[in-house]
């Protein structure tokens, strides 16, 4: 199956195309394998750049949009107008191409390439997440980070935006996110800073080859929009 993998959550633009498959009793990292992908980060291009890079991938990989099988799209946690944009993109390519959209958390995504990273090339890896615990971070301004806290792979806390000193990384060996913010965190830095379109497709790979229907596409925002916040700030000055 040809799956078309896109996020917008972070600064990151992310699209890719990952080719899934059934392969008996193997690990997932030999069912998925990536096709074409491209990112570029810049937090105010998500509307211009995305469906370019999509075009890119499809010319790279000589795939028409026939053969995608089906579109998963990350779903956040993630700024308001960012987060839209991989979203709305992800529901019209499903919508034209008559094809299931399924959403994954962000950050589980994450989660998933810094699984993957090689023990013996990244001396963070030797604090083994998977056993020891991860942490995931990504930038949700105003000096908050969404985040969220992974064992054996799973998560088992979040996704919940957080001032970093009030997150509690008890039980975590190491941390993977954004840049400027993993730092903020007395932790071994394994170098995964978004999402790929790789770790969002293996994070859906479960429901795809099971054919499952998927859940509505619906974002993780996990507060209102900044807009929202400054409108509700001007009525409470003038006493409304």
Request: charged residues 20%; negative net charge.
């Amino acid at each position: 199956m040809l799956v078309l993998a896109v996020d917008t959550a972070t600064p990151a633009v992310t699209a890719g195309l990952v080719h899934l498959e059934q392969t008996g009793a193997g690990p997932i990292p030999e069912r998925v394998r990536t096709v074409a992908s491209r990112v570029y980060v810049d937090a105010r291009a998500h509307a211009e750049v995305l469906t370019p890079q999509i075009l890119e991938c499809l010319a790279e990989s000589g795939c028409a949009r026939g053969d995608i099988g089906a579109v998963v799209a990350g779903i956040g946690p993630g700024p308001f107008t960012g987060l839209r944009v991989g979203m709305a993109t992800a529901a019209a390519f499903g919508d034209a191409l008559g094809i299931p959209v399924y959403g994954v958390c962000s950050l589980d995504a994450i989660a998933a390439d810094a699984g993957r990273e090689p023990r013996g090339e990244n001396p963070a890896a030797d604090a083994d997440p998977d056993a020891a615990g991860l942490l995931v971070v990504t930038d949700a301004r105003r000096r908050e980070v969404y985040w969220a806290r992974y064992r054996d792979g799973a998560r088992v806390a979040g996704p919940a935006v957080d001032k970093p000193a009030d997150v509690d990384p008890d039980t975590v060996a190491a941390i993977a996110g954004s840049a400027s913010h993993v730092d903020l965190f007395d932790l071994p830095v394994l170098p995964v800073e978004s999402p790929s379109p790789l770790g969002l497709v293996t994070v859906a790979a479960p429901a795809l080859l099971a054919g499952a229907a998927p859940e509505p596409l619906v974002p993780l925002y996990l507060r209102r929009p900044d807009a929202v916040e400054r409108s509700y700030r001007a009525l409470d000055r003038t006493g409304a």
